[in-house]
């Protein structure tokens, strides 16, 4: 059709750099976005930046089923769709950087120290791509899938171990949060993503979800609320959740964490502080 440009299947995958991830009340829903995976008006989402009740928290468990709105089977769903998605035996990651523009950046930023606390000094963020594998690749194929995920003129962004845990600075405290969908249904994306890759010959690729990683800097450490009120700021608590560790499966129970919980392990389900 005249007047429309096509994309390339590395430029689905690896999405825009220019697309902004951080909440903002001023967007709108258009079909561009769905495509870029740009987020919506959050308060049409019922999402609320100040809300005080319980996140939502990703844990893992052996063995479940994926089930679709409805109570539909997700594997019967992709299969009415020529794509049958084969249980993940394996989750592999591959990380990369930036997730955002540096303009971008520096809007969270302030934002943040407005919102959550002053005592927050510095941002960064990647993206991480969460692969499905039904079995082992080869070491070819697994080439093949670094070259569709990274950026043809920096391969160096993209790296099967997290840029964020290396940049640590001495003398102030860091603190990682990852959100992302959650793992009970399977995105549109990913549907999209998987049948790219199997179109390539990585026919073991059975599902990809991306999630966003955020590490904070800050002079004192953060309370608890503190890390829930920046959580609420980055995801939409209608269709993603915080990713409390890294994910082994896709098997996922989602369940609301007591507003109030003592200890050092409340606070790692929802994040790493690293």
């Not at 499905?132 to 790296?159: D, F, M, R, V």
């Amino acid at each position: 059709m005249a007047g429309v440009r096509e994309i390339t299947a590395a430029e689905f995958l690896q999405g825009t750099t220019g697309q902004t991830l951080f909440l903002q009340r001023n967007y709108s829903i258009k079909p561009s976005n769905l495509l870029w995976g740009k987020l919506c008006n959050p308060s049409r989402m019922g999402y609320m930046s100040n809300t005080k009740g319980a996140p939502l928290r990703c844990s893992s468990r052996p063995q479940p089923k994926a089930m679709a709105s409805g109570n539909v089977p997700t594997s019967l769903v992709n299969e009415e769709l020529g794509l049958v998605e084969k249980p993940a035996q394996e989750v592999v990651h591959f990380y990369r950087i930036p997730l955002i523009q540096e303009s971008a950046n520096e809007e969270l930023l302030k934002s943040v120290q407005t919102k959550v606390s002053n005592q927050i000094v510095g941002l960064k963020t990647e993206q991480c791509f969460n692969i499905g594998l039904a079995s082992k690749i080869s070491s070819e194929k697994l080439s093949t899938l670094k070259w569709i995920l990274g950026e043809t003129y920096e391969p160096e962004n993209l790296a099967t171990e997290s840029f964020l845990v290396k940049k640590r600075q001495e003398g102030l405290n860091t603190v990682i949060v990852e959100v992302g969908p959650r793992l009970s249904f399977t995105t549109a994306w990913s549907s999209n993503a998987v049948s790219i890759c199997q179109s390539c010959g990585l026919t073991e690729v059975t599902r990809m979800e991306r999630s966003r990683r955020y590490l904070l800097y800050s002079k004192g450490a953060l309370q608890e609320h503190q890390i829930n009120e920046f959580a609420a700021m980055v995801h939409d608590r209608m269709t993603e959740c915080v990713y409390g560790q890294r994910l082994a499966s896709f098997g996922t129970s989602v369940a609301p964490e007591e507003a109030v919980r003592g200890g050092h392990q409340a606070e790692s389900d929802k994040c790493r502080v690293i």
